[in-house]
């Protein structure tokens, strides 16, 4: 420490950016959005964990038949409503590695229905990377390499078999392809219709604005479901399983766009008087390369959000759908379609491993609302 | 007066929002190809049953499903007159269920006003539990108040209504005793009004108000919750703190008064989820509401009791909505009335 002429005092080391305390306020100045985006939501913790866990989700939608142990419709006719099997890895105080014992039916003459026996003499340890029936990964590759497979001679239900004897836990991961994929066709659909009603009406307001919004208004004061059921109730009962899969998905998608139709104009209506789009308007630049380029990328943060939040209504208006019977048919296999036997009170009382498949829908729901609490709390970087 | 001005305005978009929902809903049954009785004549041809036939050839005169599309919209509203006159919608006649093969105002009767009742009480089980749920976790926030109630809050949200209704008339049967199926004792079914037939009902409906109204609740809770926050954070709540208010008091003093606004209003936009909720879980359990006639009309075509059916369930939420509607304006003085300002 010294003194200079005029008085102050100025320290003699020498200067080290590295302990300089305003580098790290620096650093944000510099940083991207994207960077500080990422840099808020890593602290959102349960948004973090569902969004990771979502991620791998989807990366391993495609393999669904490698990790089944079974095919979804191969049905094991001498077990009907198998119980959950155990994994066990110890026998008579010795590790042997996972294995399962094998179970016979036995008719229960007293409740008329079948009962099993376990036979727990015999330990048949799991297959790995074994053979059995055919399927393709990601639809167009065929393979019959499973990961786990039934040892010969017993049978390998992790969660249970439904009443045609198929497994349950294998229904689940297809189910999986198919209910997942909903809501992000449904979303794109919405979104189609949301950002291009939305933005003409914000855009160039006037008559086309208040036809818009009179849609919008009459549109969201309607139950969805009842018109999800009218719409899906007009689809021909001749058409194939894929055919209905995307139509049902557009009829989700159909009825979600009011609301979003409905932010994007607000947005619009307050961007339109920025002085970034007179500029562009100045410069000649038509309406729609405005929208796409000066405009709508000033919030696909926020619509990404938005989007997040929608899709759980996807997979859950799916569910509901299939469930009553007016959605997805057997032999299409989603988790709804699989909830459809489940839904007497008698199979949730005598089976309730019939009804296992919502535990997957409320974990990919609250899941997705997580992530999307998360994105929408950090996606404005700047505001604290 | 100004206030009943803006009552007509709301009453008249609302019928102007009715005539638009008409038209949707008529294009929506009218989508899939083919009609109840083509399919029947059809079917009574092959097998060769005249009489069958000549029944619903006279049905089809008599509900003009011989004429076009637009002019069978026109009759079934009741805009022009039809076979026998005006008789559409507005006039009271809501046409002939053929599934049933009786009237469609006699197939729905009761179920109209249970689905009605089933509504109100959801409504009111939101209220009922998001207010003291939502201030609660709002005066407590960031304790373990505050995070159990988001956590069932989400719990609700995230898990499907049917299942949530299978599984609480399981345990609700199980270990309390509950009713299951049905609004009402089988032995009161048509029977004139008594205080054992209504205690009846209110028993049958503990489980489907709860079904019906958790996911409302829950949403409703958090945006009470999000705006009791922003109040609280504001400095007169830091001055009557310090001058010595009691917390229960100066909580419910402002901060709730001014948070009770969009609290109101919100019963709005909840209100089709809600409808549709209940049609789902009528169906699911058995409920004499208007959701199971909806699924079967849906079902076998007989559009003009899915055409009533839906045409009520929307109506029901429309009259819901303004109601929410005139009650804010009630409420907050600061609302303007009329159009909104550009």
Redesign the interface.
């Known amino acids: 420490m010294s003194m200079q002429p005029d008085g102050r005092y100025i320290d003699n080391a020498p200067y080290d950016p590295a302990i300089d305390l305003s580098a790290i306020d620096r650093e944000d100045m510099d940083a991207s959005n994207a960077r500080l985006v990422w840099r808020k939501f890593r602290r959102h913790r349960l948004g973090l964990i569902s969004g990771v866990f979502l991620a791998l989700c989807y990366i391993v939608l495609p393999f669904a038949g490698f990790i089944a142990p079974y095919t979804p419709n191969e049905r094991s006719a001498d077990f009907l409503y198998h119980p959950p099997q155990d994994i066990r890895f110890w026998h008579e105080g010795e590790f042997i590695g996972p294995y399962v014992y094998p179970t016979t039916a036995v008719a229960d003459l007293e409740n008329f229905r079948w009962s099993y026996d376990v036979d727990e003499t015999r330990p048949m340890p799991l297959q790995f990377f074994c053979q059995g029936s055919t399927y393709s990964i990601a639809g167009f590759i065929p393979s019959n390499t499973h990961l786990v497979c039934a040892p010969v001679g017993a049978t390998l239900f992790l969660w249970g078999s439904d009443r045609l004897g198929r497994d349950v836990f294998s229904r689940i991961l297809y189910g999986a392809q198919l209910s997942l994929t909903v809501g992000l066709i449904g979303i794109t659909v919405s979104f189609a219709l949301g950002i291009f009603f939305g933005a003409i009406a914000g855009y160039f307001g006037g008559a086309l604005d208040w036809t818009i919004q009179r849609a919008i208004e009459v549109l969201r004061s309607l139950p969805e479901l009842p018109l999800w059921l009218a719409l899906s109730a007009a689809v021909p009962s001749n058409w194939g399983p894929v055919a209905v899969f995307f139509i049902i998905s557009i009829i989700l998608g159909v009825l979600d766009w009011p609301g979003l139709a409905r932010a994007v104009r607000a947005k619009f209506l307050a961007l339109r008087e920025e002085e970034f789009v007179r500029a562009a308007e100045m410069m000649g630049a038509r309406p729609g390369r405005i929208i796409m380029r000066h405009m709508l990328p000033n919030f696909s943060s926020h619509l990404i959000a938005s989007a997040t939040l929608s899709i759980p209504a996807m997979i859950l208006g799916e569910t509901a759908l299939s469930f009553l019977g007016l959605g997805l048919r057997a032999p299409a296999v989603s988790w709804g379609v699989m909830l459809n036997d489940a839904q007497n009170l008698a199979s949730i009382e005598i089976y309730p491993w019939t009804a296992i498949p919502m535990l997957p829908i409320i974990v990919v729901v609250l899941a997705f609302n997580f992530l999307g609490d998360g994105l929408r709390d950090s996606l404005d970087p700047y505001k604290d | 007066m100004i206030f009943l001005r803006y009552a007509v305005y709301r009453l008249l978009t609302m019928v102007m929002?009715l005539w638009?929902?008409s038209i949707?809903?008529f294009v929506?049954?009218n989508?899939?190809?083919g009609d109840y009785l083509s399919n029947q004549i059809a079917e009574l041809r092959a097998t060769g049953q005249a009489e069958g036939v000549a029944k619903a050839e006279f049905l089809r005169k008599e509900y003009a499903l011989d004429k076009p599309l637009w002019q069978q919209y026109l009759i079934w509203v009741g805009f022009v007159p039809g076979p026998q006159g005006y008789s559409g919608l507005i006039q009271g006649d809501f046409g002939w269920s053929f599934e049933f093969d009786r009237p469609v105002s006699e197939v729905v009767g009761d179920a109209l006003w249970l689905t009605v009742l089933v509504n109100v009480s959801a409504v009111l089980f939101v209220y009922i539990v998001a207010l003291p749920l939502g201030v609660l976790a709002a005066a407590r926030s960031k304790t373990w108040v505050d995070y159990s109630a988001a956590f069932v809050g989400?719990?609700g949200?995230?898990?499907?209504?049917?299942?949530l209704a299978?599984?609480l008339?399981?345990y609700g049967n199980k270990y309390l005793g509950l009713p299951?199926g049905g609004m009402m004792d089988p032995s009161f079914e048509g029977q004139p009004m008594s205080w054992a037939k209504v205690q009846s009902v209110l028993l049958h409906l503990i489980v489907p108000t709860f079904v019906i109204g958790t996911s409302g609740a829950a949403a409703m809770m958090q945006r009470l919750r999000a705006n009791m926050l922003d109040e609280l954070s504001k400095p007169y709540v830091e001055t009557a703190t310090a001058k010595g208010l009691p917390p229960a008091r100066m909580l419910t003093k402002y901060p709730l008064r001014m948070a009770f606004n969009p609290f109101v209003a919100d019963i709005g936009?909840l209100?089709?989820?809600m409808?549709?909720?209940s049609?789902?879980v009528s169906?699911?359990l058995g409920l004499q509401t208007i959701g199971p006639s909806?699924?079967t009309a849906?079902?076998s075509?007989d559009q003009f009791l899915?055409g009533f059916?839906?045409m009520f369930?929307?109506l029901l939420?429309?009259i819901g909505?303004m109601i929410s509607d005139l009650l804010l304006v009630l409420l907050d003085p600061r609302i303007k009335y009329g159009e909104r300002a550009r």
């Open positions: 929002t638009v929902v949707l809903i929506i049954i989508l899939p190809p989400y719990l949200l995230a898990t499907p209504n049917f299942l299978l599984i008339f399981y299951i936009n209100l089709p989820a409808v549709s909720g049609v789902l169906v699911v909806l699924l849906l079902k075509q899915a059916v839906l369930v929307a939420t429309l909505t």
